[in-house]
Nanobody, 113 residues
């Protein structure tokens, strides 16, 4: 289905910020809604945020007001700005168009208390 490369994860203290990036090809980026998902240890993968081609966004209730998804059309990249991070935000973060069945390698986010 194509290549998606997530980056930007790391270890941060509670209350800190991280910015995740997801780079892909123009053919994928220009034709699809893009979304960020996460999987916490021992939990199912969940949708965190999505953004349409036109820029309409949607967020999980748990991240509203703290996370911002955006897309850079010139760079074929989707970003997830994460502020006021909490320990429960810990997990592996993935990006992909929602209809896709395959997943990338993800990027690990760890928030310490």
């Amino acid at each position: 289905q194509g290549q998606l490369v997530e980056s930007g994860g790391g270890l941060v203290q509670a209350g800190g910020s991280l910015r995740l990036s997801c780079a892909t090809s123009r053919s994928i980026f220009s034709r699809n809604t893009m979304a960020w998902y996460r999987q916490a240890p021992g939990k199912q993968r969940e949708l965190v945020a999505s953004i349409t081609i036109g820029g309409n966004t949607n967020y999980a209730n748990s991240v509203k007001g703290r996370f911002t998804i955006s897309r850079d059309n010139a760079k074929n990249t989707v970003f997830l700005q994460m502020n006021s991070l909490k320990p429960e935000d810990t997990g592996v973060y993935y990006c992909k168009p929602p209809p896709w069945s395959s997943w990338g390698q993800g990027t690990q986010v760890t928030v310490s208390s």
